[in-house]
């Protein structure tokens, strides 16, 4: 079938621009951003990205390289070196609403149409908790660097993937963003993600552009303590600060609405970036594409669609899951820093019920079992050795439901847990500013 042809950069073209930029910044003594300095694009590689429509899927792939300055990486808050990639993603060209939204979970949100991934989620969790999932670009995690992040909001995984977490501002420079309704890339199910300015009435195109905000606040009190949660006022530091009040802003909980774009002038169901939090979308209205399922937690390790994987556990191309274990990741150490959650390759227990076709009393008991490896992690375990633990299910479920480890554990038990630590850099007490990189 002949392929349409819909978008083709060549690594030449970025390199010139790349130049451009950095000579323009130079020339004007442009000072380092709120995130990060300024740094050209990595002088090694040339970004390549190529989308393509063929039968009902629109293919897009790219080695991740961006086509705009970036920050300075490594830097204080962030290790890691731009490297190229191998993404291989495919969405249908006309995407349909599931039954139910779908949480990011195991997917990162979209990619560009540079070919650089929306990936929001970070690895950093309070007390290793999934419960309590911290937010990148907002409260104490910015307060110490943010993770690294430049000005375009993004920084680098341990495996060299570049990716954003919120607004790309040089890509949305480049795009006009404020002057028109700006098609800024595709989610993973397929529908179109646009710059936070549209049309104010969204049915009518000749309306003015409006500055569209998200319908999230901040909470309001305290948070649970204790072993139930960190504690302290609300102020947006994690994912469970927020609450989706429906009518306060322009959009959706999905970040979205429908209306038409000079992209799609019958109208389409449609994602939007926005300035205040989600930033990116935290949920899908489709069903994303197998192409964009990891191996990894958000931000992790792990990277995009772990080669020679099987769906759901692994999409085509993409970077193999570091640190996971068969049939969910390949070899490799674990990433650095404390305790980022699952480690990289783990599928989390409700995924893996799922996928499994689990009754409710199997499903209850994987995760309490999940639960407990996570309060394990967090007590620097190394999880190889986990059946020598030999925990009993009295004991699991009183770690699940939040009971400290060396309390639950007999002495020979705590034996174990101190004879197997986890390898690398990791433990409760990782590098600022709470361990592992998002």
């Given at each position: 079938m002949k392929a349409r042809i819909l978008f083709i950069l060549s690594g030449s073209t970025f390199a010139v621009l790349g130049s451009a930029l950095l000579i323009r910044q130079a020339a004007h003594g442009q000072p380092p951003g709120p995130f990060g300095g300024a740094a050209p694009v990595q002088a090694n590689y040339q970004p390549e990205v190529k989308i393509e429509v063929r039968d009902a899927y629109r293919y897009i792939t790219a080695n991740g390289i961006p086509d705009h300055i970036t920050g300075q990486f490594p830097n204080r808050g962030n290790p890691n070196t731009i490297s190229p990639q191998r993404y291989n993603f495919k969405v249908p060209v006309a995407p349909k609403a599931a039954a139910q939204e779908t949480p990011l979970g195991m997917y990162p949100f979209g990619v560009a149409i540079n070919g650089i991934p929306f990936d929001p989620g970070a690895a950093e969790f309070w007390n290793g908790s999934r419960a309590w999932q911290y937010e990148p670009l907002a409260g104490v995690l910015l307060a110490r660097g943010g993770l690294g992040?430049?000005?375009?909001?993004?920084?680098?995984?341990?495996?060299?993937?570049?990716?954003?977490?919120?607004?790309?501002?040089?890509?949305?420079?480049?795009?006009?963003?404020?002057?028109?309704?700006?098609?800024?890339?595709?989610?993973?199910?397929?529908?179109?993600?646009?710059?936070?300015?549209?049309?104010?009435?969204?049915?009518?195109?000749?309306?003015?552009?409006?500055?569209?905000?998200?319908?999230?606040?901040?909470?309001?009190?305290?948070?649970?303590?204790?072993?139930?949660?960190?504690?302290?006022?609300?102020?947006?530091?994690?994912?469970?600060?927020?609450?989706?009040v429906a009518g306060s802003g322009d959009l959706d909980d999905c970040n979205g609405r429908t209306g038409v774009t000079p992209e799609y002038p019958n109208g389409t169901y449609y994602y939007v970036l926005t300035d205040n939090w989600p930033f990116v979308p935290r949920c899908f209205k489709?069903?994303?594409?197998?192409?964009?399922?990891r191996q990894g937690p958000p931000g992790g390790p792990g990277g995009f669609g772990g080669q020679g994987g099987r769906p759901?556990?692994?999409?085509?191309?993409?970077?193999?899951?570091?640190?996971?274990?068969?049939?969910?990741?390949?070899?490799?150490?674990?990433?650095?820093?404390?305790?980022?959650?699952?480690?990289?390759?783990?599928?989390?227990?409700d995924v893996l019920a799922k996928y499994l076709g689990l009754n409710k009393g199997q499903a209850d008991k994987l995760d309490r079992l999940m639960k407990a490896i996570d309060a394990l992690r967090a007590e620097n375990f190394a999880l190889p050795a986990f059946a020598q633990l030999k925990l009993t299910d009295a004991q699991i479920r009183k770690i699940a439901e939040g009971g400290k480890v060396r309390e639950v554990l007999t002495d020979e038990q705590r034996k174990v847990l101190d004879a197997n630590p986890r390898p690398g850099p990791g433990g409760p007490n990782g590098p600022p500013p709470f361990g592992g990189q998002g």
């Open positions: 992040v430049d000005d375009n909001r993004a920084h680098v995984q341990p495996g060299g993937a570049y990716h954003y977490h919120g607004l790309p501002t040089a890509l949305l420079k480049r795009l006009n963003w404020e002057k028109q309704m700006a098609l800024v890339g595709y989610a993973a199910d397929g529908f179109p993600i646009y710059s936070s300015y549209a049309y104010s009435d969204p049915n009518d195109p000749h309306s003015v552009l409006k500055l569209l905000k998200s319908s999230y606040r901040v909470k309001q009190g305290t948070r649970p303590g204790g072993n139930e949660g960190p504690g302290g006022m609300y102020d947006g530091s994690f994912l469970a600060d927020y609450t989706y489709g069903m994303p594409d197998n192409s964009f399922f759901p556990f692994g999409g085509p191309g993409g970077q193999g899951g570091q640190g996971g274990r068969p049939p969910f990741g390949g070899p490799g150490g674990f990433g650095p820093g404390g305790p980022p959650g699952p480690p990289p390759g783990f599928v989390p227990g």
